[in-house]
T-cell receptor, first 113, second 114 residues
């Protein structure tokens, strides 16, 4: 079974709309969480990551994510999206002593001008 | 300056052929990875090397053989290519094998097997 789930496969928003992309993981114990973005034709770039401490993590380009342990979630948010945010967004998890990232299936975000 | 580079960017080949994809990083990192992204955009790790030593080897057909001549390079050789090998292959690197270290990805190599 897939251990990182992204339930939204494709999200379409208008510019200035607020964004929330869901990510759930199925691990117990210590987990490190990441959001990566892949702009069209480009490689994966790290948006933000959570290791410990404040569960609200701020990343680049106005993105943030909140780690909610009780819900096994790490949702990505942005208050006002721009056309340039159109991309594929991947949630990933690193569990305990594991040395590999497990990625979710990705969410394609399309922002209409 | 490109941090993690891959060549070629596109590769189209016939079934049964043998091909290689090269990866180089100029970040001074010790650890490198190969990922496969299928047609549904699902990313899965294949291999990881730390200082030229294989540390992760997921369930991948033995037609796939990684080679690390030095810690800045991790090449992927694929024998007897099959249709199902068509995918985008991403190389990545991280400072070391610490599980919390950020991984930096290359631009990907889109392999199409005809």
């Amino acid at each position: 079974a897939q251990s990182v789930s992204q339930h939204n496969h494709h999200v379409i928003l208008s510019e200035a709309a607020s964004l929330e992309l869901g990510c759930n993981y199925s691990y117990g114990g210590t987990v490190n969480l990441f959001w990566y973005v892949q702009y069209p034709g480009q490689h994966l770039q790290l948006l933000l990551k959570y290791f410990s401490g404040d569960p609200l993590v701020k990343g680049i380009k106005g993105f943030e994510a909140e780690f909610i342990k009780s819900k096994f979630s790490f949702n990505l948010r942005k208050p006002s999206v721009q056309w340039s945010d159109t991309a594929e967004y991947f949630c990933a998890a690193l569990r305990g002593s594991a040395r590999q990232l497990t990625f979710g299936s990705g969410t394609q975000l399309t922002v209409l001008p | 300056d490109t941090a993690v580079s891959q060549t070629p960017k596109y590769l189209v080949t016939q079934m049964g052929n043998d091909k290689s994809i090269k990866c180089e990083q100029n970040l001074g990192h010790d650890t490198m990875y190969w990922y496969k992204q299928d047609s549904k955009k699902f990313l899965k790790i294949m291999f990881s090397y730390n200082n030229k030593e294989l540390i992760i080897n997921e369930t991948v057909p033995n037609r796939f053989s990684p080679k690390s001549p030095d810690k800045a390079h991790l090449n992927l050789h694929i024998n007897s290519l099959e249709l199902g090998d068509s995918a985008v292959y991403f190389c990545a690197s991280s400072r070391n094998r610490d599980s919390t270290d950020t991984q930096y990805f290359g631009p990907g190599t889109r392999l199409t097997v005809l």
